[in-house]
């Protein structure tokens, strides 16, 4: 079981990202905007896998498609099949250097961004061209500061 500050530390990691997914931005800023609730949701899940999988980065999903007011059920999609990728690659994400960390954090949530891209398309609420694509370059930059910061205020050694 996780302790009161790891738990607490967690909704507030995924708190973050809500807000910062909520916060509205103009022009290259909203393409480029990491995408803090994939971040937090990997990060958890490579801390700790037999605790945060699938099913939890489903429901993480269904509160951020409340949260953004998508149609129910993208972003849980999304992440569930981004988690699933990351848990079959996690005991080798454990050894990889901090670059090579981040360049399969762009091709998760990469994955991610396709798979909601792709819902929105078929609903009619697609974007015109590859733009969308800048979050993952976004996400991977920030994985860095994501990871140091959560170890610092979780109590692990960087």
Request: charged letters at 10%; a positive charge.
């Amino acid at each position: 079981m996780i302790s009161g500050h790891g738990l607490l530390l967690l909704l507030a990691s995924l708190f973050v990202g809500w807000v910062t997914a909520w916060i509205p931005l103009h022009g290259l800023a909203a393409f480029v905007r990491p995408d803090l609730v994939a971040l937090s949701l990997i990060y958890w899940s490579w801390r700790h896998p037999e605790r945060f999988g699938v099913l939890t980065a489903w429901w993480v999903g269904v509160i951020s498609d409340l949260v953004l007011g998508s149609w129910l059920g993208v972003h849980a999609l999304a992440y569930a099949l981004m988690i699933y990728f990351f848990l079959n690659i996690h005991h080798r994400f454990r050894i990889y250097p901090m670059l090579q960390q981040s360049v399969l954090i762009f091709l998760l949530v990469g994955i991610a961004i396709m798979v909601i891209h792709w819902i929105n398309q078929l609903t009619g609420v697609a974007a015109r061209d590859l733009m969308f694509m800048l979050g993952a370059i976004g996400s991977a930059l920030c994985w860095p500061f994501v990871r140091y910061t959560l170890d610092y205020l979780g109590g692990k050694t960087v």
